[in-house]
């Protein structure tokens, strides 16, 4: 987390500050600051934030927020173990000189109990070689060998069909967006992120603008 006004260098320079060394790009920074207007929140955004809370805000509004962004810590949430299988399949592409994509798709209704049938339909429209992978009883994350980006995004096309409601996909490719499973991981969380904080402020614009 970081504000806009920062000794010696503004909240944007240290994002981007942040994001240009390798080993910090994929760690996830969200704004908090009191400057609530339109071009700040842009230039976050472009800068690589994945979030933006205005202050004064509740200590409950940033856990929530912050939840969203690393995953609760409720005993349903299963990526541990979604590591330890992506690290097992980097490390065949690895080896193989091939690359691995990771898919994340993310429900934002309320669909408990049927994410297993769902998670069912859709093995049954990919390979043999690929995993589908409950995280919890909204999140699926589908993990594809010897798949680059657009291997996934045909995927993701393929599977939109088969789930109902309202979905958001991310997508993180080894080598291309991390070295390790971690750093897919967090890929693509961020983008998950950065799409529901764009889609939030699209809603905003269309209020303003009734």
Same mark, same amino acid.
């Given at each position: 987390?970081?504000?806009?006004?920062?000794?010696?260098?503004?909240?944007?320079?240290?994002?981007?500050? $942040?994001?240009? @060394?390798?080993?910090?790009?994929?760690?996830?920074?969200?704004?908090?600051?009191?400057?609530?207007?339109?071009?700040?929140?842009? %230039?976050?955004? !472009?800068?690589?934030?994945? /979030?933006? $809370?205005?202050?004064?805000?509740?200590?409950?509004?940033?856990?929530?927020?912050?939840?969203?962004?690393? &995953?609760?810590?409720?005993? !349903?949430?299963?990526?541990?173990?979604?590591? /330890?299988? $992506?690290?097992?399949?980097?490390?065949?592409? %690895?080896? &193989?000189?091939?690359? #691995?994509?990771?898919?994340?798709?993310?429900?934002?209704?309320?669909?408990?109990?049927?994410?297993?049938? #769902?998670?069912?339909?859709?093995?049954?429209?990919?390979?043999?070689?690929?995993?589908?992978?409950?995280?919890? !009883?909204?999140?699926?994350?589908?993990?594809?060998?010897?798949?680059?980006?657009?291997?996934?995004?045909?995927?993701?096309?393929?599977?939109?069909?088969?789930?109902? &409601?309202?979905? %958001?996909?991310?997508?993180?490719?080894?080598? /291309?967006? &991390?070295?390790?499973?971690?750093?897919?991981?967090?890929?693509?969380? @961020?983008?998950?992120?950065?799409?529901?904080?764009?889609?939030?402020?699209?809603? /905003?614009?269309?209020?303003? @603008?009734?």
């Amino acid at each position: 987390m970081a504000d806009i006004n920062l000794p010696d260098q503004n909240g944007f320079e240290f994002i981007r500050n $942040l994001k240009s @060394e390798e080993k910090y790009r994929h760690i996830p920074v969200i704004i908090l600051s009191a400057d609530a207007t339109a071009p700040s929140i842009k %230039r976050a955004v !472009e800068a690589g934030a994945v /979030d933006y $809370l205005v202050k004064p805000f509740k200590a409950e509004e940033l856990v929530k927020r912050v939840e969203k962004l690393v &995953g609760s810590v409720k005993k !349903e949430d299963r990526y541990p173990e979604l590591k /330890d299988l $992506l690290k097992k399949e980097v490390n065949r592409a %690895r080896r &193989g000189n091939v690359n #691995i994509s990771l898919i994340l798709a993310h429900c934002e209704g309320k669909i408990a109990g049927e994410i297993s049938k #769902i998670a069912e339909k859709i093995r049954g429209k990919l390979r043999d070689i690929d995993t589908v992978f409950e995280i919890n !009883e909204n999140t699926l994350a589908l993990v594809l060998p010897v798949t680059g980006r657009e291997g996934a995004e045909v995927v993701v096309k393929k599977i939109q069909g088969e789930l109902r &409601g309202s979905w %958001r996909y991310a997508i993180s490719t080894y080598p /291309d967006n &991390g070295q390790d499973e971690e750093e897919l991981i967090n890929f693509a969380k @961020e983008s998950l992120m950065k799409g529901e904080s764009n889609s939030s402020q699209e809603d /905003d614009k269309e209020k303003e @603008e009734k």
